[in-house]
């Protein structure tokens, strides 16, 4: 028996051998580059690819299991999700980027806190969802694994009837176990109010443990005290139903708040630093009663005493041991859901505890924490590839949306920001199949004189003197021209820009990319913008003496936004050859998604090809805008994409794998079970996720041969007899989330 066994096996693998090695292969595949060096000012950056950071909030999570607590960090400017390995590098604390530790949590949105809520030694997340607070508990042993733990949302006691504890987008609330009987409590602002409400859990009381979030609202003014609807102004001694302030009856509006909870004075009573929407200094209030019934009494000046916290906009102040050091810091950075309301570049000031006293003494040690490890632009970031020098290496510009310059409340008391765009020059100083990058110039061709947001580069010799000019993209639409003055051979020196080249222009935030179809020697014209359209322009001179002339702007009928989120769609155009020469269209948008196209025509009217949705399913933010170059020399296209984090992300390429599907996502955290797996007859497949989910069987050829739907956690046996030996990918979409996906691969043999 144990022979036919052993025959059996070898087939199978013989089998499998022969399935793999005739089956269609994908165009690209590419893993995350975050090694690459890149060098400022002579030091290498640790994180350099991590992507940028503009409003950061931060959690404690031991992701490798060393005993060492590591950091999550949570940037809302597109719902990233950045964790980090701590470790100690000569007497120093490090921070490494490790993107890999993604795959393993849920989808978040606008912020999140990270706390066990049921003490069993796993951190579990708080999120915001629509109406309220979603928690997501981890049931994972060796690595993290999250189950919805409420559904949809917290509710919580509130008269006679259980309803949701409403904790709007645009609030960070206070998750602490505050009367100290081992569970979490909750302060939010009321919805509609300048009130505060405690939500005690009742947990321990009702079930003798903290495995429940059961919630009843224990008042309605936590702290006595009120907050202006209109401004920063904080009244104390004061409730809804007496004291001194009044507002109008119409018009209880409350715009949004961050809670920080410390003992400021010593007095082993928890205080409140109140972060308040618009505004660069958060409130630091007293507390005179207890943790439960709390009374705020006095308004500090400023906080820290030392260097206080004055942040644009609408600072987060979190009390969290960032540095493992056994004392909390503080860690501050904007919290403001506005694109144009936060300061972007160091926007993430870490403070240090230095008291040998009862309370504590912060100073500031760092306005850039993590920030100063990575590429960082301040807001957005757009990487180009050129050989700017030409010394055969590809170097890299990268232009952004704009660095903060100033904000103010103007008479209307709107608050508005100022930003810059420039344009910063990485030179690649390594060798062909080594490369490395040294930022050159922070103020590449001198763009913040020009007053511009959205400075997007584009590169080719227009005037054929033999060195590279420059195209430049804005937010007016137009285009500008900057004639390279250095001559061939030297980094790049433009004349003044000329202005409206060739009246040439989209509706806002122009991305121009010059690309030779035809393999004529003269680059055409392409370029995107807000719209989310791209618009085409065929070159009718030659490569020294360009004429660009409108051929469409709707080419190949490629439009990238997204109607149902919003009304632009920032388009960002690349391209990128396959492994068969052929020439694909890659298109960042404002939601993040990539997408790629094929079939490519210059003929009026032609309609590409999507062959991909979301490509790859690379997920770094938004605002994408992606590059493609062989920066290794190895063959394959790798790929940088800029987001509106300030940052860039590095993906290498790398032999294609089988077509259909990637074997991993790394975004959703959700696994999905598939047993036995070679299979013969029937297979179990389960989703390790709640919700409802279509589940599709895709062949080698990216065909759908099977289409079903499963719960989650609920195995679903599947019949193979239906269909021939091969290799199939596994699809699982979540219903009504559709980019909430998760695959994996399975053999059938015979």
């Not at 009718?540 to 051929?551: H, I, K, N, T, Y």
């Not at 079939?599 to 062959?611: D, I, M, Q, R, V």
Request: glycine fraction near 10%; hydrophobic fraction near 40%; proline fraction near 6%.
């Amino acid at each position: 028996m144990k022979h036919i066994f052993a025959i059996f096996s070898c087939l199978s693998v013989l089998l499998l051998h022969s399935v793999v090695m005739g089956q269609v292969l994908n165009d690209f595949e590419f893993e995350q580059w975050s090694d690459l060096p890149v060098y400022r000012q002579g030091a290498q950056l640790h994180n350099a690819w991590a992507g940028g950071l503009n409003n950061a909030q931060f959690g404690k999570f031991d992701l490798d299991g060393d005993g060492w607590d590591d950091l999550l960090v949570f940037d809302r400017h597109g719902d990233r999700l950045l964790p980090f390995i701590f470790s100690r590098q000569n007497q120093a604390e490090v921070y490494t980027y490790a993107p890999y530790y993604r795959r393993f949590f849920p989808v978040l949105n606008h912020w999140f806190q990270v706390a066990d809520y049921n003490g069993d030694a796993k951190p579990d997340i708080f999120s915001y969802t629509p109406g309220g607070i979603m928690v997501y508990k981890n049931t994972g042993d060796q690595v993290p694994r999250f189950v919805k733990a409420v559904d949809p949302y917290i509710t919580s006691l509130q008269g006679s009837i259980y309803t949701n504890l409403l904790v709007t987008y645009v609030d960070y609330p206070v998750i602490a176990d505050l009367d100290g009987d081992g569970d979490l409590d909750i302060l939010t602002f009321w919805g509609l109010g300048s009130w505060v409400e405690l939500h005690r859990n009742m947990s321990v009381e009702v079930t003798g443990s903290a495995d429940s979030l059961l919630f009843r609202k224990e008042t309605g003014c936590w702290g006595r005290f009120a907050e202006n609807p209109e401004s920063n102004i904080i009244y104390l001694d004061t409730c809804y139903a007496g004291g001194s302030a009044r507002f109008p009856s119409n018009d209880p509006k409350h715009t949004g708040s961050t809670f920080c909870l410390l003992d400021m004075n010593g007095d082993q009573k928890l205080d409140l630093l109140l972060g308040d929407v618009d505004y660069p200094d958060p409130a630091p209030l007293i507390n005179a009663g207890s943790n439960m019934e709390a009374e705020m009494v006095e308004q500090l000046p400023q906080y820290p005493v030392m260097d206080p916290v004055y942040l644009w906009s609408f600072p987060l102040a979190q009390h969290i041991d960032i540095t493992n050091s056994g004392r909390m810091d503080l860690v501050v950075s904007p919290f403001d859901p506005s694109l144009v309301k936060s300061r972007g570049s160091e926007s993430v000031w870490l403070y240090t505890d230095i008291s040998s006293g009862t309370g504590p003494e912060f100073v500031l040690a760092d306005k850039s924490f993590l920030q100063r490890t990575m590429i960082d632009m301040g807001l957005g970031a757009y990487p180009v590839f050129a050989d700017v020098n030409g010394d055969g290496l590809t170097d890299m510009v990268a232009g952004n949306y704009g660095l903060y310059d100033t904000c103010f409340m103007n008479n209307a008391g709107q608050l508005k920001c100022y930003y810059y765009s420039r344009l910063y020059l990485f030179m690649n100083t390594g060798t062909a199949e080594s490369p490395e990058f040294t930022l050159a110039d922070d103020d590449f061709a001198g763009i913040p004189a020009l007053s511009i947001q959205g400075a997007y580069p584009a590169f080719a010799d227009l005037d054929g003197d033999g060195d590279m000019d420059m195209l430049l993209g804005s937010d007016s639409g137009k285009i500008l021209f900057f004639d390279n003055i250095a001559g061939a051979g030297a980094v790049p020196v433009f004349a003044e820009p000329i202005a409206d080249y060739q009246q040439i222009e989209v509706e806002s935030f122009s991305t121009p990319v010059l690309f030779d179809f035809e393999g004529d020697g003269d680059a055409d014209l392409i370029t995107g913008g807000s719209r989310g359209r791209l618009s085409f322009y065929r070159n009718e001179g030659s490569a020294g003496q360009p004429v660009f002339s409108l051929v469409t702007d709707f080419w190949g009928g490629v439009d990238v936004t997204d109607f149902q989120l919003s009304y632009t769609g920032y388009s960002v155009p690349a391209f990128i050859r396959n492994g068969s020469g052929e020439v694909n269209l890659l298109v960042g948008s404002e939601t993040g998604i990539i997408s790629r196209y094929n079939n490519l025509s210059t003929e009026p009217g032609a309609l590409f090809n999507k062959a991909d949705d979301h490509f790859m399913y690379i997920s770094e933010g938004i605002r994408t805008s992606p590059a493609a170059a062989d920066l290794n020399a190895d063959g394959y296209p790798d790929l940088a994409v800029g987001n509106y984090g300030g940052g860039i992300a590095l993906y290498k390429g790398k032999s294609p794998g089988p077509a259909g599907i990637p074997g991993s996502y790394g975004e959703t955290g959700v696994d999905v079970l598939v047993a036995p797996n070679p299979a013969i007859g029937t297979t179990s497949i389960t989703i390790r996720s709640d919700g409802n989910w279509s589940v599709e069987i895709i062949n080698a050829y990216g065909a759908v041969v099977k289409t079903m739907s499963a719960a989650g956690n609920e195995p679903l046996q599947v019949g193979w007899d239906d269909l021939p030996a091969g290799i199939y990918n596994i699809l699982c979409t979540k219903a009504g989330s559709p980019r909430v996906k998760t695959a994996t691969k399975l053999a059938v043999i015979r």
